[in-house]
């Protein structure tokens, strides 16, 4: 499967439904990409709100 980008949280999920929010609601179109390897400590993910470990688009179309 395809990856693609939940609309609410940004996370690249490769699944029919993001494990992070539970929603099904996906973008194909991104631009940018963070990848979080602790999101409880990284400073840069408490900027952008992003608080699960992954790979995250910074701007979903």
């Known amino acids: 499967m395809k990856k693609q ?3 609410r949280c940004k996370l690249f ?3 029919q439904q993001c494990p ?3 929603d099904s609601n996906f973008a194909n179109g991104w631009q940018g ?3 979080v390897l602790n999101g409880t400590k990284s ?3 408490k900027q ?3 608080t699960h470990n992954g790979e ?3 701007k979903v179309k």
């Open 5 to 7: 980008i939940c609309k």
């Open 13 to 15: 999920v490769e699944a």
């Open 20 to 22: 992070v929010c539970k």
């Open 33 to 35: 990409r963070i990848m």
């Open 43 to 45: 400073f840069i993910a």
């Open 48 to 50: 952008v709100n992003m």
């Open 56 to 58: 995250y688009a910074i």
